[in-house]
């Protein structure tokens, strides 16, 4: 993690001592726990229903205090997986960056799909990445809520957001329980996501 970067951007926190072989000490926003050997750092982030990154245990989650360095935001997802280190288990994901452990909780989904660039067949997350739309990955749950697969590790679906979902509603036309999806002269068949893949929404109050 790009410890200064973190503090130029969550002024909240409070820098207290930093030495490289040593303990960190972050008042409230950030844990450090030893653990075996003393080298073991976990951190702690929340994703919210816009798909933006915050650090956990913020006094509130908004615009002005998310997370916005590109090359650590690029570095948090390339390595996001599903958490199976046995370790935090309330944090569905875990980031390993730089022999370091970020948890992350979700509003929604760790992936949230904020706009749909119709021109180049993208789709738009995390302010700075992308992940090729394609038209036959689009799926729906039982709330008609919309994903779309995401090529990244083992995260499976990433949720298309209110704004992205009313970019593509003009191409969905819904016939009793069939939904389809007219997209550049070609009709999809919209099919259920898998019961596993859809939100659950149980830290949507956070």
């Known amino acids: 993690m790009q410890i200064f970067q973190i503090f ?9 001592r930093l030495q490289f072989n040593s303990q960190y000490l972050f008042q409230n926003k950030v844990q450090y726990l030893e653990q075996n050997d003393g080298t073991l750092r976990e951190y702690f982030f929340f994703i919210d229903h816009k798909g933006l990154l915050y650090l956990d245990d913020q006094d509130s989650y908004n615009f002005t205090n998310c997370l916005k360095d590109k090359r650590f935001m690029k570095n948090f997802y390339k390595n996001l997986v599903q958490n199976k280190t046995g370790r935090n288990p309330n ?15 979700s509003s929604v989904k760790p992936i949230v799909f904020s706009h749909l ?24 749950d039982e709330q008609g809520l919309l994903y779309h697969k995401v090529d990244l590790n083992d995260i499976g679906y990433g949720i298309f957001s209110t704004d992205a979902s ?29 019961e596993n893949e859809a939100a659950k929404f149980k830290h949507y109050s956070a």
């Open 8 to 16: 130029k951007q969550a002024p909240l926190v409070t820098f207290k």
């Open 117 to 140: 660039d119709e021109e180049n067949d993208q789709l738009h997350y995390s302010l700075y990445l992308t992940e090729a739309f394609d038209p036959s990955e689009v799926k729906k």
């Open 91 to 105: 944090y569905s994901h875990v980031s390993e960056c730089w022999g370091e452990y970020n948890y992350v909780r």
């Open 166 to 194: 009313m970019m593509i509603s003009k191409y969905i036309k819904i016939d009793g329980n069939s939904m389809q999806l007219d997209w550049k002269g070609k009709v999809y068949e919209i099919s259920n996501i898998n």
